[in-house]
């Protein structure tokens, strides 16, 4: 009896040893079907990964570029305003804080020719766009709208010859006007008397006259001026700083202007000169 029940083992081992041996060996073999079968279903998954990945980047692009592009015209006037508060001789006279709001838009034609500079860009009425709505790019004050369809908006330049804009020289103070050429990137200044205290390199800023321009934005630099015998005036001209050839999304902008009171807490009818 304990022979038989040996023999019944040890075949039961040995079969057991041969199935193991076998399903190595088919494992073996099977492994590269295994890995070819899985390959299309890896890859599909692979590429949405990427495909998902990518329009996010895309899309977090397309933002730090539209954040960035509001900081930097926002920060265009710190130099502007550092050089005005030394000029001013009292600040709590202000009865206006000043504020923009901006929307961005992108550019989908370019127009610059003797006679006409106008763009086109992507946004119009349809966005609260309106005619004579100011436009600046990154460096400074590029033009203003003349036409605002639902969804689209022409933009005269400043360097256009029909177009005018009010300027300040920064450093002084002094009040112009500076008209377009029809010189890419060049602006002239007509009216600048022969005693006028400029530079080379003086910044022209919007003045605000007029009121479609907020005041302080960079629009050029003095880039060459003479004096011109028998005249009332100088010859000058500047370089606009705003470069549209390096531009691809602009944007508009609305002014607000709200007024305070000149106590803290106080209404217009609550101060002494009211009273």
Request: glycine share 6%; charged share 15%; with cysteine.
């Amino acid at each position: 009896m304990a022979a038989t029940l040996s023999v019944c083992l040890l075949a039961v081992s040995y079969k057991t040893d041969y199935l193991d041996r076998f399903q190595g060996t088919l494992s073996f073999i099977l492994h590269p079907l295994l890995l070819m079968v899985s390959i299309p279903s890896q890859s599909l998954d692979w590429l949405s990964k990427q495909t998902l990945g990518r329009s996010a980047l895309l899309e977090e692009n397309n933002v730090l570029k539209t954040d960035a592009l509001m900081l930097k015209a926002k920060l265009q006037k710190f130099n502007a305003l550092e050089k005005e508060n030394t000029r001013l001789h009292s600040l709590l006279e202000s009865s206006f804080k000043i504020g923009e709001q901006f929307i961005a838009a992108s550019l989908l034609s370019v127009n610059t020719n003797k006679n006409t500079q106008q763009v086109v860009i992507d946004k119009g009425s349809r966005f609260g766009l309106f005619p004579g709505q100011a436009a600046l790019n990154e460096d400074g004050i590029v033009g203003q709208i003349t036409t605002a369809r639902p969804l689209t908006s022409d933009i005269i330049l400043i360097t256009d010859p029909s177009h005018a804009i009010p300027v300040e020289i920064n450093r002084t103070g002094l009040r112009t006007i500076a008209i377009g050429s029809s010189v890419k990137n060049s602006l002239s200044l007509p009216y600048l008397p022969l005693n006028a205290d400029i530079q080379t390199g003086d910044l022209l800023t919007s003045s605000g006259l007029g009121g479609v321009f907020p005041k302080g934005y960079p629009v050029a630099t003095i880039s060459t001026f003479k004096l011109s015998s028998g005249k009332a005036f100088m010859h000058a001209s500047a370089s606009t700083i705003a470069d549209i050839d390096r531009t691809h999304e602009l944007l508009l902008v609305w002014s607000r202007r709200d007024p305070i009171p000149l106590l803290p807490g106080t209404t217009k009818t609550d101060t002494p000169n009211a009273l």
